[in-house]
Nanobody, 124 residues
Framework: QVQLVESGGGSVQAGGSLRLSCAFS????????MAWFRQVGGKDREGVALLGSAGGTDYTDSVKGRFTISKDNSRRSLYLDMRRLQPNDTAKYYC??????????????????WGQGTQVTVSS
């Protein structure tokens, strides 16, 4: 069972930056595929960034060039570096692990393990 704990959320003004962290346990640090999602209120959870098991990355179009996903295996932590934040980036951000084989990464049902989320609020 993979345990995930997010941190690093907060309130920033538009144009600012934040770094989200996701500490994970119960899984091998190497070769694990992980992702960041975000959710606004009762809307569907949206896939934001993927770090594949071989190190490849993918991003939703709205964050390309502004967000960077990375992982520190020694610290057993996943990160999301967010720059030039915009009000529409306001959401609760979740990290995910335990990806089902052949599942589409930005679909929530592809992932079996989730953290509790961390809130990001961007004011204009």
């Amino acid at each position: 069972q993979v345990q995930l704990v997010e941190s690093g959320g907060g309130s920033v003004q538009a144009g600012g930056s934040l770094r989200l962290s996701c500490a994970f346990s119960g899984a091998n640090s190497y070769g694990i595929s992980m992702a960041w999602f975000r959710q606004v209120g009762g809307k569907d959870r949206e896939g934001v960034a993927l770090l594949g098991s071989a190190g490849g990355t993918d991003y939703t179009d709205s964050v390309k060039g502004r967000f960077t996903i990375s992982k520190d295996n020694s610290r057993r932590s996943l990160y999301l570096d967010m720059r030039r934040l915009q009000p529409n980036d306001t959401a609760k951000y979740y990290c995910a692990a335990n990806r089902l084989a052949y599942g589409t990464w930005y679909v929530t049902t592809t992932w079996l393990s989730w953290g509790q989320g961390t809130q990001v609020t961007v004011s204009s």
